[in-house]
């Protein structure tokens, strides 16, 4: 079996990254675990507190159990993202039981998103996460900047975002941010949104986004960890592939997965159809996006 930490080390070494798919819907988890597993590449599978509360993935549990059924070790690792301290709708979550459920479910990597809380206050909240995850022999990633895109409110226009760098990851925070918290992966505010999670936006196209390459590429020098990039659909794609070469070892990938399954679904209510769009689309991310085919020989020489 893999270890998360390792494997999230070797993509950075070599160059390249480990995309973590969202699983908003239980039966997405077989067709993402067979695209990775036959394009020889190495993948997260992993759900978010969202996806669970406000689409249909049911449970960290029910994700965990479903993965269980499908897994491939060798391919596949499983990974519990954003578990917000505030959560979207800016209510507080009681996060620790969270994490310490998903420990005991068998994820092996944890997110906590304290962005919403002041510098000291996410630093405090990671601290103690960090400490959790550690020992139970797993990494922890955790996000500084605000990657936009999951409030209920109305958006800001993207280009508004790009042009004021409106939640930007600062580079002294960032340095200073790793150094306290003992975060493992660090996941940055660099021009990528979030897919909508808002009833009435969540089925729109998101808008074609760009990373700040050389604020990257600071941010990257100043922290030393792996980098990761929320909301990795509809970026462009010359600007994932300097990303990835910039610093980001780890990407999400959601909202380009679930719609190619939703759309599937209100075509035709035929559960194994809208896998084969999963699996379609996710075998188009590992080799038109990302370009990262065979990357389990890559990184482990086998
Ligand atoms: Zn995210």
Redesign the pocket.
């Known amino acids: 079996m893999m270890d998360a930490k390792d494997a999230v080390l070797r993509a950075k070494k070599h160059g390249t990254v480990i995309p973590a798919y969202n699983i908003p819907y239980l039966p997405m988890v077989k067709p993402v675990v067979q695209a990775v597993t036959d394009m020889n590449s190495v993948a997260m599978i992993q759900v ?1 507190r969202v996806e669970w509360e406000k689409f249909d993935s049911q449970s960290l549990e029910a994700v965990a159990e479903e993965y269980g059924k499908y897994r491939n070790p060798e391919h596949t690792l499983l990974h519990l ?2 578990v917000p301290v505030i959560d979207e709708d800016q209510k507080k979550v009681d996060y620790l039981p969270i994490i310490r459920r998903a420990i005991a479910a068998g994820y092996q990597s944890v997110m906590i998103d304290a962005s919403r809380l002041d510098l000291e206050g996410n630093i405090r909240a990671t601290q103690e996460v960090a400490q959790v995850a550690h020992g139970a022999g797993i990494p922890c990633e955790s996000e500084l900047g605000a ?1 936009m895109g999951h409030e209920s409110g109305p958006r800001i226009p993207y280009e508004e975002i790009f042009a004021t760098k409106k939640g930007f990851t600062d580079v002294a925070e960032a340095e200073r941010f790793v150094r306290e918290s003992g975060c493992d992966w660090l ?1 940055v505010a660099v021009g990528s949104i ?1 897919g909508a999670v808002a009833e009435n936006l969540r089925h729109q196209k998101k808008p074609e986004a760009r990373l700040d390459i050389e604020h990257l590429k600071k941010l990257a020098g100043a922290t030393g960890v792996p980098l990761v990039l ?2 990795g659909s509809g970026i462009n794609k010359e600007c994932i592939r300097e990303g990835i070469r910039a610093g980001i070892a780890k990407i ?1 990938v959601g909202t380009e997965i679930r719609q190619a399954y939703e759309n599937a679904l209100a075509e035709k209510e035929d559960i194994e159809a809208a896998r084969q769009a999963v699996y379609d689309k996710v075998c188009e991310v590992i080799t038109d996006m990302l370009c990262i085919r065979d990357t389990r020989s890559l990184l482990y020489g086998d």
């Open positions: 978010a993202d954003h990657v996941s979030h929320h909301g999400n």
